[in-house]
């Protein structure tokens, strides 16, 4: 995964964070909230530390129709983006700061899925006064 470039902010603001997802063609993931509890959801974690996760924004799911389950389940496909809100407090000290995180996620096509996956994912993010 690429490392993304460092977004410039201000302490005490609050920014957003488009992450960039492009699968495979053919190939789905679930989506964060999958209709049966064995299914691996879609899930982006920020770990704490000075700046904060306020919230992640998954994209509208489509439905698909595939062999091993009844009825539709909600995926992604193709090209979309996970959207976080990062809150940067007012005490962050300026300078470049290290948002780590994790992406898990089970990819699949209609006739199978690979094992599940984590990687690591960093926002780097320079903040000023």
Same mark, same amino acid.
């Given at each position: 995964m690429p490392k993304p470039e460092p977004v410039a902010t201000k302490a005490g603001a609050t920014i957003e964070f488009k992450l960039p997802l492009q699968l495979r063609e053919g190939y789905h993931v679930n989506s964060n909230k999958p209709p049966d509890?064995?299914?691996i959801p879609l899930r982006l974690t920020w770990d704490p530390g000075p700046i904060t996760a306020a919230e992640i924004v998954?994209? #509208?799911p *489509?439905? +698909? #129709?595939? *062999?091993f389950?009844?009825?539709s389940l909600p995926v992604f496909?193709? +090209?979309?983006e996970l959207l976080t809100r990062f809150k940067?407090?007012?005490s962050v000290p300026p300078g470049l700061v290290n948002v780590a995180g994790k992406l898990r996620y089970q990819a699949c096509n209609d006739r199978m899925c690979l094992p599940p996956k984590t990687i690591d994912v960093t926002l780097p993010v320079s903040v000023s006064r």
């Amino acid at each position: 995964m690429p490392k993304p470039e460092p977004v410039a902010t201000k302490a005490g603001a609050t920014i957003e964070f488009k992450l960039p997802l492009q699968l495979r063609e053919g190939y789905h993931v679930n989506s964060n909230k999958p209709p049966d509890p064995y299914l691996i959801p879609l899930r982006l974690t920020w770990d704490p530390g000075p700046i904060t996760a306020a919230e992640i924004v998954y994209p #509208k799911p *489509d439905f +698909r #129709k595939v *062999d091993f389950f009844e009825g539709s389940l909600p995926v992604f496909s193709g +090209r979309f983006e996970l959207l976080t809100r990062f809150k940067i407090p007012a005490s962050v000290p300026p300078g470049l700061v290290n948002v780590a995180g994790k992406l898990r996620y089970q990819a699949c096509n209609d006739r199978m899925c690979l094992p599940p996956k984590t990687i690591d994912v960093t926002l780097p993010v320079s903040v000023s006064r």
